[in-house]
């Protein structure tokens, strides 16, 4: 019942007890992660927002992810998750799911129609923990600019490198060949394993006061020097993200999530 206490299941099946309900947590415009096989040693996560919810027949309508989710791409373990926030910090909290319709016309209020998943629910809520999750790429309309630091040479973005996408484990940086008329871009010798220094800024048009500043020590990942004919790709992962650092970006991350389906969906 709505208001009443209720037993979480924690990954370790220690038992935490809450007031929140599955009600309450998971109600419509909330957004979510849809996140598959939660239990192995390589979760994955997808973006989402509800659309709708059944609760009596356990039942919630989310938006389709923006890369489409198949029915036959989905594996047993499926799990719907968001952020909840506390006294005692912040807690990602899913229930248990498993997709029962898929819908390419659903119809929202607004007389719209958009891709939508049906998934029907278990009770139960689980504490989770999904610190990789979805790779969030970046368009001209998230406003970020970043200083890296390699081999004691400075370079910005939007001239020797750009910021391809992000998530909480680390970034994807393109790389010119060339710059300033052809001049052979430094940064490409950048090598596997190699360290560097970053400083991200999340930049807000609106107010310069909430502009979200990381910075933070990179490992370079992965280097493909035949991204393209003109550009190379790095993939990178952060190196002792301080805590307060990994919530600004995880709260950048969903936020941008949540504008991008919105603007998709048309609410």
């Known amino acids: 019942?709505?208001?009443?206490?209720?037993?979480?299941?924690?990954?370790?099946?220690?038992?935490?007890?809450?007031t929140n309900t599955i009600e309450k947590i998971f109600a419509p415009s909330v957004g979510v992660e849809i996140v598959f096989n939660l239990s192995s040693l390589t979760p994955s996560s997808m973006p989402s927002i509800i659309y709708d919810v059944d609760h009596a027949r356990q039942r919630i309508v989310i938006a389709q992810s923006l890369i489409p989710i198949k029915p036959n791409t989905v594996p047993k373990e499926v799990h719907l998750t968001t952020l909840v926030r506390g006294k005692n910090g912040n807690s990602r909290l899913g229930i248990k799911c498993k997709p029962i319709k898929f819908d390419n016309n659903y119809?929202?209020?607004?007389?719209?129609?958009?891709?939508?998943?049906?998934?029907?629910?278990?009770?139960?809520?689980?504490?989770?923990?999904i610190r990789a999750g979805y790779r969030l790429p970046l368009t001209?309309?998230?406003?970020?600019?970043?200083?890296?630091?390699?081999k004691d040479i400075n370079y910005s973005s939007g001239k020797?490198?750009?910021?391809?996408?992000?998530?909480?484990?680390?970034?994807?940086?393109?790389?010119?060949?060339?710059i300033n008329k052809g001049k052979r871009n430094p940064l490409t010798q950048i090598k596997r394993g190699e360290h560097a220094k970053i400083g991200i800024i999340f930049i807000n048009e609106e107010d310069a006061k909430k502009n979200i500043t990381i910075p933070s020590i990179i490992q370079i990942a992965r280097v493909n020097p035949n991204y393209t004919e003109t550009r190379i790709l790095a993939g990178t992962k952060f190196v002792g993200l301080k805590p307060a650092m990994e919530e600004d970006l995880n709260r950048f991350i969903h936020k941008a999530q949540m504008e991008d389906l919105k603007r998709l969906s048309g609410i």
């Open 1 to 18: 019942m709505p208001g009443c206490c209720l037993k979480i299941i924690h990954p370790l099946n220690t038992p935490i007890i809450m």
């Open 107 to 129: 119809k929202l209020s607004s007389s719209n129609t958009v891709g939508a998943i049906t998934f029907e629910y278990k009770p139960g809520i689980v504490e989770t923990n």
């Open 140 to 150: 001209k309309s998230h406003k970020v600019k970043a200083k890296l630091n390699h």
């Open 160 to 178: 020797e490198f750009f910021i391809l996408d992000i998530s909480l484990s680390g970034i994807g940086i393109v790389i010119p060949k060339t």
